[in-house]
């Protein structure tokens, strides 16, 4: 049990005795096959997680990334609405529940209730495994249910609902429907998908049908409005560090202590009025004025932020020892985070 550790340490000590005698060769084997399946350019009408193995691959090779890129998300959530808190969260495809162990983490002072829905029993009972061993009391208290995730999902009304690394297994008819079925159950919706030029196109899609719904955009973004990348000239995304274990290296064919996720997201939140807490006022939501998009350039008396904004769109700033105090926020800046800082 991991109960004195916080959220990301027990996840990775709560891995570590999983895999625990478990051949690297063989985890490698079926993580090869699970690259094979997460690079095809064809979507799925089954899950990609279909027995014991593949799942416990799956969960070196993905859990500890996944979370740190919906942990990331999520932060830029409570940027944003710092005094919403959900009482109930909704993970769609959610696995062997990396993106709940995220957000029990976020709100670790009073965790939501989650309800974890999966298409692939193996990776549920792995869930379910994983959060019993882990010391955290909301995670053991989760639901772990077999949904497919698919046009025909409904979703029971909740205060936050997580899609993460799901879209590209779906076809095109059924992620439009789960984005617009997650848009109507819930309070907040945050999508996460690869940082690849196809990940964002998916990202921007559910953005779009988020906003459509009468959602507002929380973050990255500073506005709700188109954004402002020129089709096929680029793509927004962002990156999170990953440490890596022992074993994530061997399973991975790596040799540093970590990795960088590449990742898209976007959250939405319902208008401001709907974010009322019980017997609370409404959450008032400020999204960033403006977003970091890549990684600052720290230059000899000068720091280049690349920025999406809300009135220029995307734009450069050139900030100087000149402007003091700002100057070392500048250089203290990170890519993804909020400008100026709050």
């Avoid at 895999?19 to 490698?28: E, F, I, K, R, V």
């Avoid at 529940?97 to 939501?112: D, I, K, L, Q, Y």
């Avoid at 590449?262 to 939405?268: D, E, G, L, R």
Wanted: proline residues 7%.
């Amino acid at each position: 049990m991991n109960a004195s550790l916080p959220t990301a340490e027990a996840l990775r000590a709560t891995l570590a005795g999983l895999l625990d005698g478990l051949p690297p060769t063989q985890a490698a084997q079926a993580v090869d096959r699970l690259i094979a399946s997460y690079r095809g350019t064809t979507p799925t009408d089954a899950p990609v997680l279909r027995d014991r193995s593949d799942v416990v691959a799956y969960a070196a090779y993905r859990m500890p990334a996944t979370f740190e890129a919906v942990r990331a998300a999520l932060g830029a959530l409570r940027d944003a609405v710092p005094q919403w808190t959900p009482g109930t969260h909704t993970d769609i495809g959610g696995g062997t529940g990396a993106a709940s162990w995220a957000v029990a983490e976020a709100w670790e002072e009073a965790p939501p209730h989650t309800t974890v829905l999966d298409w692939a029993e193996p990776a549920l009972a792995l869930g379910r495994e994983l959060a019993a061993a882990s010391g955290v009391a909301s995670l053991g208290r989760a639901a772990w249910r077999r949904a497919r995730i698919s046009a025909s999902l409904r979703v029971e009304d909740t205060d936050l609902v997580t899609v993460s690394y799901v879209l590209k297994e779906l076809t095109e008819r059924d992620r439009a429907a789960v984005v617009t079925e997650a848009a109507r159950a819930a309070r907040v919706v945050v999508v996460v998908e690869p940082g690849t030029p196809d990940g964002y196109q998916r990202i921007i899609a559910a953005r779009d049908r988020l906003v459509a719904a009468g959602l507002r955009v929380a973050a990255p973004c500073p506005h709700s409005r188109a954004c402002p990348i020129e089709p096929g000239s680029d793509w927004c995304h962002f990156a999170a560090r990953v440490s890596r274990s022992s074993l994530h290296r061997q399973v991975k064919g790596g040799s540093l202590a970590y990795e960088d996720e590449k990742f898209s997201y976007v959250v939405a939140t319902v208008p401001e009025d709907r974010l009322r807490p019980a017997g609370g006022s409404a959450a008032a939501l400020t999204p960033a004025p403006a977003r970091v998009v890549r990684r600052p350039q720290i230059r000899k008396g000068q720091v280049l932020l690349d920025l999406c904004t809300e009135d220029d769109g995307l734009r450069r700033d050139t900030v100087t020892k000149r402007h003091g105090a700002l100057y070392k926020d500048a250089r203290d800046a990170a890519w993804g985070d909020e400008w100026p800082p709050a």
